[in-house]
């Protein structure tokens, strides 16, 4: 654990950014604040690991099944047409994957995802609504 992480931290590190809505086997699920993409979310490992070549075989295991789980809640969620991944972590060395569910014609449809375009955050009851649904597929 980091106590300058906000994954292991969570609470003002994480709310910066995300909402924490459940945990899984091997992760946490955040949904990211900003929502050009509706239904973008955060799988995050319970382990502070910066890779996925630190996590033995089993926990890597556990953890794409918790990250394909989420895919397939946000296809059942949301409809879209494709969910990209990012794994980054140059700067913050904790395993997390971002889905980004993608819609044709839609905000950067057939281009690469931005990190944080920040142009589209929601009220605290939208937020809860989508968490609600999200909750729903689990």
Same mark, same amino acid.
């Given at each position: 654990?980091?106590?300058?992480? $906000?994954?292991?931290? %969570? =609470?003002e590190l994480v #709310?910066?950014?995300?909402? *924490?809505?459940?945990?899984?086997?091997?992760?946490k699920v955040y /949904?990211? @604040?900003?929502?050009?993409?509706? =239904?973008?979310?955060?799988? #995050?490992? *319970?382990?502070?690991v910066s890779e996925?070549?630190?996590?033995?075989?089993?926990?890597?295991?556990?953890? /794409?099944?918790?990250?394909?789980?989420?895919? !397939?809640?946000? +296809?059942?969620?949301?409809?879209?047409? @494709?969910? &990209?991944?990012?794994?980054? =972590?140059?700067?913050?060395?904790?395993? +997390?994957?971002?889905?980004?569910?993608?819609?044709?014609? $839609?905000? !950067?449809?057939? =281009?690469?995802?931005?990190?944080?375009?920040?142009?589209?955050?929601?009220?605290? @009851? %939208?937020?809860? !609504?989508?968490?609600? *649904?999200? *909750? $729903? &597929? /689990?």
């Amino acid at each position: 654990m980091d106590n300058t992480c $906000a994954y292991c931290m %969570e =609470g003002e590190l994480v #709310a910066e950014f995300g909402i *924490k809505i459940c945990e899984l086997p091997a992760s946490k699920v955040y /949904l990211f @604040k900003e929502q050009s993409h509706p =239904g973008r979310l955060i799988v #995050a490992s *319970k382990h502070h690991v910066s890779e996925m070549v630190d996590l033995s075989e089993a926990d890597r295991i556990a953890f /794409l099944q918790d990250v394909n789980h989420m895919a !397939e809640v946000i +296809h059942k969620t949301f409809s879209p047409a @494709k969910v &990209n991944y990012g794994a980054y =972590g140059d700067k913050g060395c904790h395993l +997390h994957f971002h889905l980004v569910p993608k819609y044709t014609g $839609a905000f !950067e449809w057939g =281009g690469t995802f931005a990190m944080n375009p920040d142009k589209n955050y929601l009220s605290e @009851k %939208e937020y809860e !609504e989508m968490i609600s *649904k999200i *909750k $729903a &597929n /689990l």
